[in-house]
Every structure is written in structure tokens, then in C-alpha cells.
């Protein structure tokens, strides 16, 4: 097991780092006038889509931290819905709400200014918001209900309540929630793609498609991903920083029951519902009459969308795996390995193996290929997190005895450490499999007509103005995705019983 971690080990850190190499290599960094706009473009709407995302899930967590409602339950489920949206789904919904001829400007009657920074920040909260209220209603949840009765006993004003006992949580878990929202606003592809665009809003990523899809210039899009990859880094070395809260246990508690301020909570949770769910009931409705007439590219791009995702996911459960477990029994080398992929999108991957296979073969050869090892790495860190706390109490509880009882190797990979961790790989692989499903990444830069996946095909159909064909297009992509993630969750939760 030892040979086969310092394997996967050095496997993943290559994989990573060769095209990052490739691309500092052929850059030299020369930046023109139109990056540098993309630059502060990509920093200014990475920055207020976290402030703006961070300052809404307050009330929000705070509403839902005080009360007890019917569908409660419901709607903390719907908070961790976005993360698992296919991004292109979720874009489709916003137009079809606010668009030009969205629902918006057909009740008002005056078209809403989606495009440009307007969208960009709207669909980066849609996503966002539910990840800041899950951290900050964990940090809500996590103060004492003593702390909340006793408050509650001396009549302290709103005010005063909200200095001495829910300030100081906010000051510990918004930091958190604000970078790690910032980092995936700073690598966000298909957001800029679809509502951004332009001079004024253009992205590093969307700069980096721009640069080898249209005009093929790969010493370009070198120095923009290396660009990319730099700004990502230091993203993720502040986030190391702080810590950042957990998102697992306290979802469920009760509310301690507040007796002011009702109605504003009330009208702040019916606000977030609705903003939460209009996207994704106008793609239910503008898609479901589709589902009968889908355009015939739709079915072979689906099929090829399944495969690669299944493949991602069982990379990226197998090299997670290893590495967890090694990661338990000490090796700081095999976790920090695993953390590696976040210095760097999908796209700025993809762009280095671009550059990296183009003097050998042709790179749209190898597009789905190259879109499972990018969508296994991307996945890899999140699952390491699922499996890492589970890993380290199995080794804790177990391995004395196992090795007591000489059960080594495979034996002991089958009748103790995959029952014991059945449920958070089952988890994990449906993670990976529903971002893989949505990714709209390195698919872009390789594929050709015949090699599409089901979110470029969306994204074709929509950027053609083939509307109600992409909507039942994006229909079809959230039923296979959330299908794959329920079919991986629930078998790890039947073979962990």
C-alpha cells in the first residue's frame, strides 16, 4: 500500500505540475492593455461577488438559525443544490428570469441589463449564497443555546444581542466564507462566458478560451493561464490562512426560537427562496415541452457526458482513496499533494496539456481523455476532505487490531476499510461525477463537433439562440446529474449499513 501512495503520489503532482511548467515555460508574461483590463475585471467582480454573497447570507443564516417553518428542511437541502447545478443549467435559468425577454422585463415591461457585470455578480450569488449561509448558519448553530436563553432572559436589545453574542461568531467564519467564495468566483469559465464577455467584461479564463479557440495564439493564452494559475495560488495560500469552517454536522439542529423580528426574517427567507428557485423552475418549464424534439446531437453528447463522468469520478475516488489513507497514517507529502489542483481551474489545466500534446498529436484527439484527468484532479481535493476525518479514525480504531490479526493488502481493503468508508466515498463519487457532468472547461478547448459533451452542446444551442432547445437540453443535463450523484450517495449509504 506504501508503493502504491508514493505511486499516486507522484502521479497526481506530476499531472499537475507538468502543465503548469509547460505554461510558465512559454509564456514570458507578456501581458497586453486588454489582459490587464481582464485582470482587474476578474479581481473586481471575484471581490464584490464574495462581499456581496457574504453580506446576503447573513440575514439569511440568521433568519434561518431563529426559526422553525414548514419546508425548513427543504430549503437546507436547496442551499446545497448550487454547488451541484451544472453551471450552464443554472445560467440558462437566470436568462430565461432576466433576460431581455426573461419574466422580469416582461412583468415590468423594460428590459433588465443582465449582460456585463450585472450578470456576472447575479449568477456568482445564485451560486454563492447558499455556500456562505451553509458556513454561516454552522457558525450560528455552533453558539450555545445558553448564550441565546440567557439573552434572551436579560431582554437585550437587537443590538446589543447581536454584539455580544452573534458578532464575534461572524468575525470567526465570515473571513472563511469570503475566500473561499473569492477563489471560485477567480476561476469561474461559464459564468463570463455566457453573461460576460466584451471589453469591460472580460475575465482572465474567458481571456485564456478567447486566446487559443479563436484567435490561436498559445504563447498568449500561455501567459494569461500562468497569470490565472499565479492569482489562484495566492488564493489558496491565503485560504490556508484561515480557517475555514466546517460544513458537515449542525444543518439540523432546531432553531432557538426568537420573538422579534419575525416578519423581516420571514420576508428575507421568501426572498431567497424565490431568488434560489425561479431560475430553476424556468428551466423545468421551458424545457420539459422540449424533452420530445431534442436537437440529435443531444443524445450521443449526453451518452459521452455519462462516460466521462463516470470515469472521472472513479479516478478520482481511486487516487483520493490512496491518498487518504496514506494522509492518515502521517504522510503530510500525500495530503498537501492532493490539495495541488486547486492552485489552478480546469482551464488553465487544460490550456498546459494543450500546449504540452500539441507537438506530438492532435490535441482534439484526446479531448474526452484530457477532460476526465482534469475533471478526476479538480474533484480530488474535495474528496479528500469527505474521506480524510473518516480515514483518520479508521486507522485510530482499527489498525493495531488489523495488524494483530496480519490482515494486510487487498483483504483488508475489502472487509475493513471500504465497509468503513463506504458512505463518503459513495458521497465523493457522486460529487465528481455531478461536476464533471457540468463541466464546461477543457471540453471547450479540445472538442471538436463530434467529440461535444451535453454542457457544450447546451452552451452551442443557447449561444445560437436556440433557446427552448437548450433549455430541454439543460433539463436533461440536471436529471442525469443529480441522477448519477443520488445513484453513488445511496449505494455508499446501503453498502456502509
Request: aromatic residues 6%.
Amino acid at each position: 500500500m506504501a508503493s502504491g501512495a508514493r505511486a499516486v503520489t507522484a502521479a497526481v503532482a506530476v499531472l499537475v505540475a507538468a502543465p503548469l511548467a509547460v505554461l510558465a515555460l512559454q509564456s514570458g508574461l507578456a501581458l497586453r492593455a486588454a489582459d490587464l483590463a481582464a485582470l482587474r475585471f476578474t479581481v473586481f467582480q471575484a471581490l464584490l461577488s464574495a462581499a456581496i454573497s457574504c453580506v446576503l447570507a447573513v440575514p439569511l443564516a440568521r433568519a434561518l438559525a431563529r426559526r422553525q417553518f414548514p419546508g425548513r428542511g427543504a430549503l437546507l437541502t436547496l442551499l446545497g443544490a448550487p454547488f451541484l447545478l451544472p453551471s450552464i443549467v443554472a445560467v440558462l435559468g437566470i436568462v430565461s428570469v432576466f433576460g431581455r425577454s426573461g419574466w422580469v422585463s416582461q412583468v415590468t415591461g423594460a428590459p433588465f441589463p443582465l449582460y456585463g457585470l450585472t450578470g456576472v455578480l447575479m449568477a456568482h450569488v445564485f451560486f454563492n449564497l447558499p455556500l456562505a449561509t451553509r458556513f454561516l448558519l454552522q457558525g450560528w448553530q455552533s453558539i450555545p443555546a445558553e448564550r441565546q436563553r440567557l439573552a434572551a432572559t436579560l431582554n437585550l436589545p437587537p443590538m446589543a444581542r447581536f454584539a455580544h453574542v452573534e458578532a464575534p461568531m461572524l468575525r470567526a467564519h465570515l473571513p472563511g466564507a469570503f475566500v473561499a467564495i473569492f477563489l471560485v468566483c477567480l476561476t469561474s469559465f461559464v459564468v463570463a462566458l455566457t453573461l460576460g464577455g466584451g471589453p469591460r467584461a472580460t475575465t482572465v479564463e474567458l481571456a485564456i478560451y478567447q486566446a487559443l479557440r479563436f484567435d490561436f495564439d498559445p504563447g498568449h493564452a500561455a501567459a494569461l493561464a500562468a497569470v490565472q494559475a499565479g492569482l489562484a495560488a495566492l488564493a489558496v495560500t491565503l485560504a490556508a490562512r484561515i480557517a475555514l469552517p466546517d460544513l458537515g454536522a449542525g444543518l439540523d439542529r432546531p432553531p432557538v426560537p426568537q420573538s422579534r423580528g419575525r416578519l423581516l426574517d420571514a420576508a428575507v427567507i421568501l426572498a431567497a427562496t424565490l431568488y434560489l428557485t425561479l431560475p430553476l423552475l424556468a428551466v423545468l418549464a421551458e424545457g420539459l415541452p422540449a424533452l420530445s424534439a431534442l436537437p440529435a446531437q443531444v443524445w450521443p453528447a449526453a451518452l459521452r457526458s455519462v462516460v466521462t463522468a463516470l470515469a472521472a469520478a472513479a479516478l478520482a475516488v481511486a487516487a483520493a482513496l490512496v491518498l487518504a489513507l496514506a494522509a492518515a497514517r502521517g504522510s503530510r507529502l500525500a495530503e498537501l499533494v492532493a490539495t495541488l489542483p486547486m492552485v489552478a481551474s480546469g482551464l488553465v489545466l487544460g490550456t498546459g496539456w494543450f500546449l504540452l500534446l500539441r507537438p506530438f498529436v492532435r490535441p482534439e484527439s484526446l479531448a474526452l481523455p484530457a477532460t476526465v484527468l482534469t475533471n478526476a484532479l479538480m474533484a480530488l481535493p474535495f474528496l479528500l476532505r469527505l474521506l480524510l476525518p473518516q480515514a483518520r479514525r479508521l486507522h485510530q480504531d482499527y489498525d493495531r487490531l488489523a495488524q494483530a490479526t496480519g490482515l494486510t493488502g487487498l483483504t483488508r481493503l475489502r472487509y475493513l476499510t471500504l465497509p468503513r468508508l463506504a458512505r463518503p466515498l459513495g458521497l465523493g463519487a457522486g460529487i465528481a461525477a455531478a461536476l464533471s457532468m457540468g463541466d464546461l472547461g477543457t471540453i471547450a478547448l479540445f472538442a471538436d463537433q463530434d467529440q461535444a459533451t451535453l454542457p457544450l452542446v447546451v452552451q452551442r444551442l443557447a449561444g445560437a439562440y436556440r433557446m427552448e432547445a437548450a433549455s430541454g437540453a439543460a433539463l436533461l443535463l440536471v436529471a442525469l446529474s443529480f441522477t448519477l450523484f443520488a445513484a453513488f450517495d445511496l449505494g455508499g449509504r446501503h453498502a456502509g449499513k
